[in-house]
C-alpha cells in the first residue's frame, strides 16, 4: 500500500501580534511550521510505515515549502513532494494536489488533517476525494490496516462509526488520534539522506489563469470583543440595587 499525506506550511501563530491601533494582523516577523493538524497526519503515516510497512510519501502547496521538506522527512515521511505556488484556496489547492497525485500515480491512500491552521476551511481532503474519485472518510480517530482492508474509527457528536473500505480512500484525521512525534537528531540527520522532489505547475499542467479562484478575500483580522464595562456597585450603590440594575440590563440586551 502506498500513502500519501498532505500537509501545509503556515505562519506560526505564536509569532503574529495584534496592531493595537489598526487592529491588523502582523505578520512580517512570524516563522513558518507544519500546520499542528497535520502534524497528526504526518504521525499516522508514519505508524503504518511501521506497523504496515505502508510507503508513506508527502505533499505540501505553497510558497516558499521547499524548507519544510526536512522537517517532514525527519517525522517519518520516505520522501517528500512540494508544489512552489503563489498563495491559492483549499480549492486550487485541492486540484494541484489531485494533479500531483495523478503524476506520482499508484496512491492508495490520502491522510490529510482535519483543516489547516490558518484558514481551517476543512475543504482539501474532501475536494480531493470528489476530483480523484476516491472515497472520503472523515473525522477519523483511529485507523487499522489489514491487508487491503482499512477499518477506521470516526468520531461524531452521538457516537463512534467504525467503517471498513477498500480501495483508493481519502481519510482526514482529528487531531486526538495520536501524538505526533518529536524528531530526534537521529531522524534529523537520516533525513537528509531521503529525496525530496519538486513538481512545477508547469508540469501539472497550470497556468496562471487556473490559479485564479472564485473567491477573494478582502481581509483578514483579529477576533475583537469590545467590552461595555459597566460597573454596578460603585459608590453607594447597595447590592440589591446593583442587582436589580443587572437584570435590568441583561433584559434590555435580550440576554435574559
Known amino acids: 500500500m502506498k500513502a500519501l499525506v498532505c ?11 495584534v496592531d493595537p491601533v ?28 511501521e ?3 505502508v510507503e508513506v510519501i508527502s505533499i505540501t502547496v505553497g510558497q516558499e515549502v521547499k524548507s519544510s521538506t526536512m522537517d517532514v522527512l ?19 489547492t485541492a486540484k494541484i494536489i489531485a494533479e500531483a497525485v495523478k503524476k506520482i500515480g499508484d496512491i492508495d491512500l490520502i491522510i490529510c488533517g482535519e483543516g489547516s491552521a490558518d484558514q481551517y476551511s476543512q475543504q482539501v481532503g474532501p475536494r480531493l476525494a470528489a476530483l480523484l474519485g476516491y472515497q472520503l472518510v472523515t473525522y477519523a480517530s483511529a485507523v487499522e490496516i489489514n491487508g487491503n482492508e482499512i477499518t477506521i474509527e470516526r468520531k461524531l ?10 480501495g ?13 512525534r518529536i ?6 540527520l537520516s533525513a537528509k539522506k531521503k529525496p525530496s522532489q519538486e513538481l512545477s505547475l508547469d508540469d501539472l499542467g497550470f497556468t496562471p489563469d487556473k490559479l485564479e479562484s472564485g473567491m477573494k478575500v478582502i481581509n483578514i483580522g483579529p477576533s475583537i ?25 441583561l433584559k434590555a440586551n435580550k440576554i435574559i
Open 7 to 17: 500537509y501545509k506550511w503556515v505562519k506560526d501563530e505564536a509569532d503574529i501580534v
Open 22 to 49: 489598526n487592529k491588523t494582523l502582523k505578520t512580517d516577523k512570524a516563522k513558518y511550521k507544519i500546520s499542528d493538524y497535520d502534524r497528526n497526519a504526518l504521525e499516522l503515516g508514519a505508524q503504518l510505515n
Open 51 to 53: 506497523k504496515n510497512n
Open 74 to 92: 525527519a517525522r517519518g515521511s520516505q520522501k517528500a513532494y512540494y508544489v512552489e505556488a503563489p498563495e491559492v484556496d483549499s480549492s486550487i
Open 157 to 166: 457528536e452521538d457516537g463512534i462509526e467504525v467503517i471498513k473500505v477498500q
Open 168 to 180: 483508493p480512500t481519502v481519510i482526514t484525521v482529528l487531531s486526538e488520534i495520536n501524538v505526533p
Open 183 to 188: 524528531p530526534g537528531m537521529k531522524q534529523i
Open 225 to 249: 470583543m469590545e467590552r461595555k464595562q459597566i460597573r454596578l456597585n460603585s459608590g453607594d450603590v447597595t447590592i440589591k440595587d446593583a442587582a436589580t440594575e443587572l437584570v435590568q440590563l
